[in-house]
């Protein structure tokens, strides 16, 4: 299962797609299955720049106590935010939703996220990280591009100063 989920423009909030509107509770976002794959809500919620930041895929799953729960523990975080006490933010508020949020375990990355990301850096979204190869030749940071794109100076020759 997925869900849609992004940040609203206007304050930051991490808000949750459903059915044409952004809900700030995980537990009200609409689900998405291989039967419904959910690819024109993402199309419609990527339309919407005016409204929230690079909306994506986050993988769902059930929760051993019941419930859904995304599996990154990043999402579960935004999902639940902010974490900085537990009478603060939605986790304050409790209930069914919240505890499944809680019970969740694992830290894996959304493939949605992993897209993003991808997406954002330029890379070829046709690979997934267990296919992914790494190559001594290939950029791996902002700087490493930057360095490709300029020609390298030659090295400085020391001088000595006569005085």
């Known amino acids: 299962m997925k869900a849609i989920t992004a940040n609203r423009l206007s304050d930051g909030e991490v808000v949750f797609w459903n059915k044409g509107q952004w809900l700030e509770r995980f537990a009200d976002a609409e689900l998405f299955t291989d039967d419904n794959p959910g690819d024109d809500a993402l199309t419609s919620a990527q339309s919407q720049v005016t409204t929230v930041v690079e909306p994506y895929f986050i993988d769902v ?12 523990y990043r999402e579960r975080l935004r999902a639940l935010g902010p974490t900085n006490v537990p009478t603060h933010g939605k986790q304050a508020e409790g209930g069914p939703a ?20 991808r997406r954002k850096s330029g890379a070829s979204t046709a690979t997934t990280p267990s296919t992914a190869k790494w190559s001594p030749t290939a950029p791996t940071s ?7 794109a300029w020609p390298a100076r030659s090295p400085r020759t020391s001088s000595s100063r006569s005085g």
């Open 61 to 72: 799953t059930e929760v051993p106590t019941g419930g859904l729960a995304p599996v990154s």
């Open 142 to 148: 902002s700087a490493s591009r930057w360095d490709a």
């Open 98 to 117: 919240i505890e499944a949020l809680l019970a969740a375990t694992g830290a894996a990355r959304s493939t949605g996220r992993v897209a993003l990301i």
